[in-house]
């Protein structure tokens, strides 16, 4: 019987060890989703930042037009 005990608690922990990489995969699936979000959203970000340095350095320039000029 010991031997068949063993047999049978090996096989269960084979079977709970394949539930838990099923739900790593979910998770790692998920974790991918999330970077691939992220990552647009940065280049939002990078691209309105890029505007804003654009029209801060243009305000910039006008104003140092004005200073040259008076």
Do not use: P
């Amino acid at each position: 019987m010991s031997s068949l005990g063993d047999a049978f608690n090996a096989l269960r922990q084979v079977i709970l060890i394949q539930s838990r990489l099923d739900q790593l995969d979910g998770r790692m699936s998920r974790m991918a989703s999330d970077l691939a979000g992220m990552t647009e959203a940065l280049a939002v970000v990078r691209d309105r930042v890029s505007r804003l340095e654009g029209v801060i350095e243009g305000a910039a320039m006008a104003n140092a037009r004005r200073r040259i000029e008076e």
